[in-house]
């Protein structure tokens, strides 16, 4: 189907202030980065091993408490799992479910016994430690493989969230802009990063080069000093946004109500052409933009929006594919209505039509109303829907007796400073796993009301979110301790990973293996 | 006849670690716990939270939040959580006071090898 484009609205992400934003972001970094200097003046003055790779075993009840839960929480938390609630509703508060027990079983089932075996046998690594109780370098050598190859698979989603962060904080920064435009120069001779975004492989380049300096300065103690500087972060990014959400939708029962009304979209594709074919110049058409198709004797108006940029590039007539949804639910197309009415930032390229192509009802839940707020949750793919019995118990047991096994937080266990620290440090943490997931669950299923039409590209949803709900507070500083949470959960779980791979090579491969009179000095520099 | 006697011996003299008889006694509530949550949680919503495709009958709602979500996970969520704290401040043994002791910091000199013969 083809037509004309009868309004273009801006996106959701201006914001009125962007550098208060970014103000907020920047004192956040740097006391990330001032933990990292004290630790390594306290790194110092200690045995560089046990202090750099475990602390010095002597965590305390918060240290304790937040690196655990700090290290549990991923960019899986805040952008795959909002992602899911904005993408399946209310039926993800049962996949997350399990979550209930994680402090029971992540720190009651092994925490007194590897600490007092990583005690006894004077272990620093998992590995070490695993040879310790099966007195089997095989074991070991499992251990540290497993870790190194595995966790660097797991590392990528994070970096790929923190980019994401940076990117939308800072994209309309002229410095930033600037320093993408010389990386892009850079990169566009380089076969492999030529089609990547510039913006985005400089957020990938400063995410890195942050977490590698103050992880490689501080070791183990800046990696917890942080945690507990971003779990507080997180925690109070959370509430601040749950408050700020259920104000801007007018309460859980109105947004519930009205995701009970509401049904899945089309996901489709669509493409953008010139009708002016002598006109040459690049158009542009922002991510998250609407257009309309004007209703005809044999079909009624229909609204779509595209979840990705759409470039009419110079000299060409048509823009490749992007991702599109058709809006269907009547709230959306109210809010919609609304949001033209008021004439908000509305550009009406009246040289482009657009062209919606590889139309693509949900499997599950298409025009069924309450699927948002019930199992199995709508699904794209899936005729029996998101979350199955079976599944849900899955997870269930995964998150529970899966994750008392991921080894960030089992080098944790070897770190606290007694079961007096345990006792206090698993009731805490069962405060705190419950607010940040129950809210997390409140918070995206009101998402839907706020920002329509995302469901392409979902991952987006928090980023999005923390900017419009703190322009709209009128608070656009607040934005850069709401984006500062998700970006602290990727830092926290990259930074740990990053120190358990790095003590995996230089003290169970190089150590042990390769050179077992290694000099602290050449331990220093490896690690 | 002497193998069995020593065998014998060897059984009525074994003693357990209290730390392993405590971790045994600790695992023992923990899988209790662990097993209610999951038994009530996915009992619950399995029977109540699954609307069948096509149905028309209203989800009902109660503050806002579905009362399948309400019975089926925030409950069993607040129990979970009084039971794990219930089971960390008054159930957890505290036996490592022996590991504690002859543990010592890195920048701490062992003082009890001071002085022995080397």
Known sequence: MTTSITSLINPVLAISDANAALLTFGVYCVLVMGLAVLSHRLLASRSFQAEYFLG?????????????????????????????????????????????????????????????MSRQADAITLPELMYARFGSTAISIIATTLIVFLLTFYLVPQFKMASLILQSLMKDAPLWSECARVLGTVTS??????????????????????????????????????????GI???????????????????????????????????????????????????????????????????????????????????????DLVKCVEIVSQYERDLFASWKAEDSAVIIPADVTAKVVNEKPYAYGAGQKGVYISAPGPSEDKDFGFLTIAVAMSFFMYWTIGGAGQPGNMVRLMAFNGTRTLKRSLALLVIYFSVIYISLVLIFCCSRLLIPGLDQTPDRIMPLLSMNIAASAGVPWLAGLLMAAPFAAAMSTVDSFMLMISSSLVRDVYQKGISPNVSEKTMKRLS | MNQTTSQSELNSNFEYDPAYLNALKELYVMIGIWGVSLVWTVG?????????????QAIPVVW?????????????????????????????????????????????????????PS
């Not at chain 1, 800046?222 to 971003?230: I, R, S, Y």
């Not at chain 2, 619950?44 to 028309?56: E, I, M, R, W």
């Not at chain 2, 939040?65 to 959580?81: D, F, N, Q, R």
Request: contains cysteine; proline residues 5%; negative net charge.
């Open chain 2, 64 to 116: 806002g939040i579905p009362t399948w979500v309400i019975w089926g996970i925030v409950l069993p969520w607040v129990t979970c959580g009084l039971l794990t704290a219930w089971f960390a401040m008054f159930y957890i043994k505290q036996d490592d006071a022996d590991i504690l002791a002859e543990d010592f910091s890195p920048e701490t000199p062992p003082t009890i090898k001071q002085g022995s």
């Open chain 1, 56 to 116: 010095s075993r002597n965590l305390g009840v918060w240290a304790f408490m937040f690196t655990f839960a700090a290290t549990s929480a991923s960019a899986g938390s805040f952008a795959g799992f909002p992602a899911l609630i904005y993408a399946h509703g209310w039926v993800l508060a049962f996949w997350i479910a399990g979550y209930m027990a994680v402090p029971l079983v992540g720190m009651g089932l092994l925490a007194k016994r590897i600490n007092r």
């Open chain 1, 189 to 230: 001779k380089i076969a492999y990063l030529e089609s990547e975004d510039p913006g985005k492989l400089l957020g990938l380049l400063t995410f890195s080069l942050m977490v590698i300096v103050y992880t490689s300065m501080g070791g183990f103690r800046a990696v917890v000093w942080t945690d507990v500087l971003q």
């Open chain 1, 233 to 319: 972060v997180m925690f109070v990014g959370v509430l601040v946004m749950l408050g700020l959400v259920l104000y801007q939708v007018g309460g859980m029962s109105r947004a519930t109500a009205v995701m009970s009304e509401m049904v899945p979209p089309v996901l489709c594709e669509a493409s953008f052409s010139r009708t002016d074919q002598t006109d040459s110049k690049e158009i542009q058409i922002p991510s998250e933009s609407w257009f309309e198709f004007a209703a005809t004797s044999d079909s009624p108006a229909r609204l779509f929006r595209i979840n990705e940029t759409a470039f009419v590039r110079e000299g060409q007539k048509q823009s």
């Open chain 2, 44 to 56: 619950y919503c399995g029977l109540f939270a699954y609307q069948a495709p096509g149905s028309t």
